[in-house]
């Protein structure tokens, strides 16, 4: 039995798309000292995460075997992307820029 | 020839939804456009926002006490109430044959190798690291207080060691801005494959190097 098989693989790929964004505008809204941009995200960022995540929503009707694990992986990465140097920079005094800027 | 299914054809589009996504997500953290990714152009890229814009630069003195000898009013730039020189009229290295397409003054610095390096350096660093330069960046600008700890790194003393460490405050590591700034590469051998390497960019490299007998890793516009 695979692990994805009591999955609703709808509501992973939503979640996923929540966490995703929410993390790129976090990071981008924070304020300079704390490692954050200190504004919004480039619209590139933006209109590339719904790109994304729009195909991934196609391709869970057709392969949700794929589109969810997939759609995790996004979102788990996201996180860890923006998450580690933030939490570098709160625990341990460190100075990351969180996330790269947008050129 | 049999016609494709509902499924093939939301697989498809699926599969270019999420590929224009990457690619869009790839173009805005790179700061690359989709002909320079689909040129291959994924390299540093110069960042002409200058995030560095005053780390307390020396200013170019030709030691005729004018404090810019022939430069005129022109060629130079005050950021923060301090003034520099642009970089040289009629750049050579602006053009857009060395691929960074940065024209004009050349302000700011590009992170190479977790290191930030003045833009006039930095474009010919990564010029020659397309060009098969194998050798990494140690040191960039530094502030007042990075090069006092540099320096007591190098001979104990905070306040500059003769031939291998300038005394904080005017060492060309603090400049970001042509002539002022410089870099240290990992070892003599890469120094001197980078300037090899060098002698071919587009039009003429003004990194020097060998000026320092006792500091054969760095590199500046004078070598100093």
């Known amino acids: 039995m695979a692990i994805t098989d009591n999955w609703n693989t709808e509501a992973v ?4 798309a929540i966490v995703t964004t929410g993390s790129t505008f976090g990071a981008s809204v924070l304020p300079e000292s704390v490692g954050g941009q200190g504004g919004l995200p480039h619209p590139r ?5 719904a790109f994304t995540f729009i195909g991934l929503s196609i391709l869970g009707q057709f392969a949700p075997e794929v589109a969810g694990p997939l759609a995790l992986a996004i979102a788990v990465t996201a996180m860890t992307y923006y998450g580690m140097p933030l939490l570098d920079n709160a625990f341990n005094g460190a100075k990351n820029p969180v996330g790269r800027k947008p050129q | 020839m049999a016609r494709p299914t509902n499924g093939t054809i939301g697989v498809a589009a699926a599969l270019t939804s999420m590929t224009v996504g990457g690619l869009l997500i790839y173009s805005a953290l790179k700061g690359k456009s989709f002909a320079q990714i689909f ?6 890229t110069l960042d002409p926002a200058a995030t560095i814009p005053d780390t307390g630069a020396v200013l170019f003195d030709d030691g005729s006490g004018t ?4 430069v005129g009013p022109d060629d130079k730039v005050t950021i923060n109430g301090r003034t520099y ?3 040289l009229s009629g750049d050579s290295n602006a053009s857009p044959s060395d691929g960074s397409g940065l024209p004009g003054v050349q302000l700011g610095t590009t992170i190479i190798d977790g290191h930030p390096v003045a833009n006039w350096i930095a474009r010919e660093v990564l010029w020659a690291r397309r060009n098969g330069w194998s050798g990494t960046v140690t040191s960039g600008v530094r502030s007042v207080a990075e090069q006092r700890q540099a320096c007591i790194n190098v001979c104990g003393n905070p306040n500059g060691c003769p031939g291998t460490c300038a ?6 590591h603090q400049g970001i801005l042509y002539p002022t700034g410089a ?3 990992g070892s003599e051998d890469q120094a001197r494959q980078l300037i090899l390497i060098l002698r071919s960019y587009p039009g003429v490299s003004r990194l020097r190097w060998g000026a320092l007998p006792n500091d054969r890793v ?3 516009a004078t070598g100093r």
């Open chain 1, 13 to 16: 790929i939503l979640t996923s």
């Open chain 1, 45 to 49: 960022l933006i209109f590339g995460t």
């Open chain 2, 39 to 44: 040129a291959g152009d994924t390299g540093e």
């Open chain 2, 67 to 70: 404090g810019g000898g022939t």
């Open chain 2, 85 to 87: 020189l642009r970089g």
């Open chain 2, 167 to 172: 005394k904080p405050g005017s060492s060309n």
């Open chain 2, 183 to 185: 870099i240290d590469v």
């Open chain 2, 218 to 220: 760095h590199l500046s």
